[in-house]
């Protein structure tokens, strides 16, 4: 058994100062690859616990909710628009999670916004995107009301600014994303606007869905086992990773939008260890963008 196996097995679960502790874990360690459904249900234990979701009622929660059927049509129509193309050329996640899953989640997320639209009046219920946010949380959840759970803590506790009307957070999240580029490849980030590519024009997908757009999922949620440890902001910086690995492959391109409108593979823990190294090249005001993009909705970044 692993020491976070260990971890998250011990009795009480989680006090809130082990949570150093667990990201510690994480990040030393890594949570072990997916055998089975234990490793599945250790996975959604460990991100749940990182993002002090309790999942106290959650399948009561969630089957009254289904038992209440689809949202309105508007919503329910841009639901089903995006839910058959959801990681459809990923075999695993397609033998994984039905679409039926993945339409049951999002249409329970469109009811509670509206149920609580007081508390939820900068939320959408429902932005093309969304279903993508979702499939790496029903890939590494043991059953769909804890996948829904997640789901809807990280929506509304964590992303908050990226699922209004506006997505505020995303746009905020692009512009970022170009100027951290800048700071640490200028050369790359030169190219890019010399050619016309901002990240407003190629990044949002990576940014809106915590680059989830890009295969393989595997590595996919070993990316999320940091930024559910140390914070989505991370995300930011982990697109850039992506871009500079790839960095000759842009500059040597005749058409480098083609390139750069579906990354390549990636390793995460490349990325990871990339992304981690760009923050002492931040100046701390930058980084403490990063952070406030995500929660900030009049945040104003020019």
């Not at 020491?3 to 100062?17: A, G, R």
């Not at 030393?28 to 993002?51: F, I, Q, T, Y």
């Not at 929506?155 to 692009?174: E, K, M, P, W």
């Not at 090249?281 to 009049?298: A, F, I, R, T, W």
Request: some cysteine.
């Amino acid at each position: 058994m692993s020491s976070i196996e260990k971890f998250v097995n011990q009795q009480p679960l989680i006090v809130h100062s082990s949570l150093a502790q667990l990201r510690y874990l994480v990040l030393s360690e890594g949570l072990p690859p997916p055998k089975d459904r234990s490793s599945v249900r250790l996975r959604c234990s460990v991100w749940s616990v990182l993002a002090r979701c309790s999942m106290d009622g959650a399948t009561s929660d969630y089957i009254s909710l289904v038992r209440r059927g689809p949202p309105p049509s508007p919503v329910y129509s841009k639901i089903k628009n995006d839910t058959f193309r959801t990681l459809n050329t990923d075999p695993q996640f397609v033998a994984s999670v039905s679409e039926d899953a993945i339409t049951r989640c999002l249409s329970c997320f469109a009811w509670s916004v509206i149920d609580n639209s007081d508390e939820n009046m900068d939320i959408s219920t429902y932005v093309q995107g969304m279903n993508v946010l979702l499939a790496p949380i029903l890939y590494s959840s043991p059953s769909e009301p804890m996948a829904y759970k997640l789901f809807q803590s990280l929506c509304q506790d964590h992303i908050r600014t990226y699922l209004n009307q506006s997505l505020t957070g995303v746009h905020n999240g692009a512009k970022l994303l170009d100027m951290c580029l800048k700071i640490i490849d200028p050369k790359l980030s030169k190219f890019l606007t010399d050619n016309l590519l901002t990240a407003e024009i190629y990044g949002i997908p990576s940014v809106l869905t915590l680059s989830s757009c890009t295969k393989p999922l595997d590595q996919v949620c070993k990316l999320w086992d940091f930024m559910f440890a140390y914070g989505f902001h991370m995300n930011i910086l982990f697109i850039v990773a992506q871009l500079v690995v790839i960095r000759t492959r842009i500059m040597k391109s005749n058409s480098p939008m083609n390139l750069l409108r579906v990354f390549p593979e990636f390793d995460a823990e490349e990325i990871i260890r990339l992304g981690v190294g760009f923050v002492a090249k931040l100046p701390s005001g930058m980084y403490d963008l990063l952070v406030e993009h995500l929660q900030n909705p009049d945040l104003a970044i020019r």
